[in-house]
C-alpha cells in the first residue's frame, strides 16, 4: 500500500436493518446526540425529509448540512451535498440511506461513492442500510421475498466499516408501527402488509441481518489478533486455529459465461470465499481470448460480468481455449484452485448454446476437485 | 423412503408450540431484550418501551429494577407504577401475589436471571415469570448473554468468570419475542467504566466482547428461525429457503465420506450453520460396505451431525426430497465412480442430483 498523503480515512459505521421502520436514523442520530454530549463535532450531512415524525423530532439540535436541490423532469429531489459536506469538514458526518441512487445529473452515481469521497477526506462516516441491499445476498433476497432489490452497495464498502451495528425490533413491534402510520402513509399500509412485510419476510430478513452482523463481528476480529500478542482466551470455534493452517487455503475459480445466472455465480463465489478467508478468481473462456466474432449482445453480456467481477474486487481472467469446460479445468489445475463454482446448465436450447453444458462436462473432468453446481435461486412460491 | 418422518414437527418445536399455546389462552406474552454485556442499554431500551406502551394506554407496572440505576433510567422510572418487591436481607423478590392482585396487562422485570433466596415460593426469577403468564400478565424482560446456562462454558472460556445465576436456553426458545440490543464494543467499554469490576469480571477486554456480541447475536438469530420455522408450519407457508446455511453430506461406501464429513462440520462452523449426514440403503450391501458405513456415520456423529439412514429405491429421488424437507441449501456429494452398470440405465447419478435438487446449491468432492 502507498504511504498515506493527506489525512487519515475516516471511519466507517454501518447501522444495519432488515426493513423501513426498524429504528435505524432513529439509534444514528440517538448516537449522534451522545457523541455531540462528549464533544464530538457531529454534522447531519444527509437525512430522509420524509422521516417518520418521531426522527424528525430527533434531528433537532444536530447540526445539518443543507441538502442540494436538483431538478429533475419537473420535480425537484433532493440529495447530499457532499462539496459542502467536505467544506463543513465535520469530525463524524451522519448519510442516511447508503444504498441510495443519486438523482441523474449528480456527481456521483451512487450515495456510497459519495460517501468513499468524505471518508477518503478524513470525516468519520455513520450510515444506515437495510441487509437487503448487500449485494452478495441479492439472489438470496429474491429467492426468499420474490422481491429483486435494485439499489445494491458492494460487499467490500461494507467491509471496510469498522464497525456495524445491528438495529433490531421485532417483527410484532415493527407491524404495529406500520398499522398506526408511522412508517408509511396510509395509503401505503395495506400493499406493504401483503408486500415486503409479510410476516415471513419479515422473520426472514431478521435473520439474515441478524447473521450477517456476526459474520460481520466474526471478520473483524482478526484485527485484534493482529494487534496484540496478548494471550486472550478464545472459544473452540473454527476461526483462529483452523483456518491459519495453510493446507486448509482454499482458493476459488468462478467460471462466468454470457448467461445471466453468472451474476448470481459471482455473488455466491464472493460470498463463499469471504466466509473461508479465500481469494477468488473469476474466469472466462472462449475459442479466440479477443472474443471478437461474437454477437454484440453476448460481448456485452459477458464485459458486464467482468465488470461486475471487478466491482466485487474479484480478480477476472480471460483464456481461449477450443474446449471450454477443459481449458477451466486445466487453469484450475495450474492456479492451485481447489473448488471450481458453475452454474447449472440451462434448461432452453437458446440460453443452452449461450450458457452451454459446461456444468456437467466439468464435473466429469474435474473428479480431483471440488466443483460447486451452484443452484439458479429462483422464486420458489411461498404467499 | 419414510415421508411421514420427515414432516413430523421436531420435539422442540412441539414444546415450544404446547408452551407458547399455554399462555397465549390467556393473551399473555414474553418478550426478552438480550444484550452480550452489561452495559449495551437493555435496560433502558425495555424500560423507554414500557414508557411509549404507557403512553399508549397500556396498563404497566415494573415488579423488579436494577439496585443501581444511572439518571436516564431513573427519569424513566418516575413515570412508571410500582409493585414494590418482597425485601429480604440480600436480596429483591418479585411479590408474585402482590403482582397478580393488581393485575396489569404488562410487567416489567429487570433484571431475569436473578437467584431467589432459600425459602421463596420459586427458587429462580424466571419460574415467577411462568407464574405471572399464567396468570395473562405480559412480561418485558431482560437477559445478559452470561446468565443463559448453555453459554455459561463459553462465556466462562472468554471472560474467565463464571456465574451461579442462569436461565435455561429453552426459556428463551419459548419466548414469544427476543430482541437483541446490540452496540460496537468500544461504546459498551466506554460505558461500562467500572460497571464490569463491580460485578466480578475484570480486565475485559474488546476481543472478548467481540466474541460475546458476536455469540449473542447467532443466538438471536437461532431463535428467529426457530419462530419462522413455526411460522411457516402455522401459516402452511412451503419453507423460506436460504436464510440458515444447511448442510448434507450423503455418503456412500466408495466415497471419501469422512473428507466430505470433515468439510461439512467446517463449514457448519463457519458460517454457523446446520449439518446433516444421510446413507440412503438400497438393493444387498457387502459386510464390507456395512462397516465402512458404521464407520462413517460414527464419524458424522462425533462431528455434531444429525444422520439419518433412509431406505429408497432411488437414492437420488430420496435425497432431493430428504433436502427439500430439511430446507437444505447446500449437498454434498462424491464424484461418480466411472461405468457403473446402473449409470447407464440411469444416467450418471451426480448430474441426476444436479438436476433434481433445484435450487440447491450441489457441491461435488473428489473420491
Known sequence: M???????????????????????????????????????????????????????????????????????????????????????????????????????????AKRWEDVQTLLDAGIEVWTTMNVQHIESLNDHVWQVTGIRVRETVPDWVIRQAAEIVAVDVTPEALLNRLKRGAIYKPEMVEKALTGFFKGSNLGALREMTLRQAAHEVDLRQSVYDEASDLQVPTISKSSSAETSGEQLKERILIHITADASSAMLLRRGRRVADFLHSTPVALFVHKTPEFADLPAAEREAIEKHLRFARNLRIETAILG???????????????????????????????????????????????DLQVIVVANRSRRHNS | MRVSDLSRPSPERLLRQVQAEENKRWGARLKIFLGYAPGVGKSFRMLDEARRRHERGEDIVVAAIQSQQPEDLQALMQKLEVVPPLQTPDAQVI??????????????????????????????????????????????????????????????????????????KSFLLAADDIVIVDVPTDLCLWRLGEKLTSIGISNIQERQLSELRELALLLTAEVVDAQLETYVHAHGIEPVFGTQERFLVCITPDSNALAMI???????????????????????????????????????????ATVEVLEADDPIAAIAEFASEKRITQIFIGHSSQEHWRDLFFGDPVLRLVRAAEGIDVRVFPR
Request: charged share 30%; hydrophobic share 35%; proline share 5%.
Open chain 1, 2 to 108: 502507498p504511504a498515506p498523503e493527506g489525512p487519515q480515512r475516516g471511519n466507517l459505521k454501518v447501522y444495519l436493518g432488515y426493513a423501513a421502520g426498524v429504528g435505524k436514523t432513529f439509534q444514528m442520530l440517538a448516537d449522534g446526540h451522545a457523541a455531540v454530549e462528549r464533544g464530538v463535532d457531529v454534522a447531519v450531512a444527509y437525512f430522509e425529509p420524509h422521516a417518520r415524525h418521531d426522527t424528525i423530532a430527533q434531528v433537532q439540535g444536530l447540526d445539518h448540512v443543507p441538502h442540494r436541490k436538483l431538478d429533475y423532469r419537473g420535480r425537484t429531489f433532493e440529495e447530499m451535498n457532499t462539496d459542502a459536506v467536505l467544506a463543513r469538514g465535520p469530525r463524524v458526518a451522519l448519510v442516511d440511506e447508503l444504498a441510495h441512487t443519486n438523482i441523474p445529473g449528480s456527481t456521483r
Open chain 1, 321 to 367: 481455449g477450443q474446449d471450454v469446460s477443459r481449458t477451466v479445468v486445466d487453469f484450475a489445475r495450474r492456479n492451485q484452485v481447489s473448488q471450481i463454482f458453475v452454474a447449472r446448465s440451462p434448461s432452453g436450447l437458446r440460453e443452452r448454446l449461450l450458457g452451454g453444458r459446461y456444468a456437467e462436462d466439468i464435473v466429469r473432468m474435474a473428479d
Open chain 2, 95 to 168: 411479590d408474585v401475589d402482590a403482582v397478580v392482585r393488581r393485575s396489569p396487562q404488562v410487567c416489567v422485570i429487570d433484571p431475569l436471571a436473578t437467584k431467589n433466596p432459600p425459602g421463596s415460593r420459586n427458587s429462580h426469577r424466571w419460574q415467577d415469570v411462568q407464574e405471572l403468564l399464567r396468570n395473562g400478565i405480559s412480561i418485558l424482560t431482560s437477559v445478559n448473554l452470561l446468565h443463559v446456562e448453555e453459554y455459561r462454558e463459553k462465556v466462562q472460556a472468554i471472560t474467565g468468570k463464571d456465574t451461579a445465576e442462569t436461565i435455561p
Open chain 2, 262 to 304: 470433515e468439510s461439512g462440520k467446517r463449514n457448519k462452523e463457519r458460517f454457523q450453520g446446520e449439518l446433516h449426514v444421510v446413507y440412503v440403503r438400497h438393493g444387498d450391501r457387502s459386510d464390507d460396505d456395512t462397516a465402512a458405513i458404521e464407520t462413517y456415520l460414527k464419524a458424522a456423529r462425533e462431528a455434531g
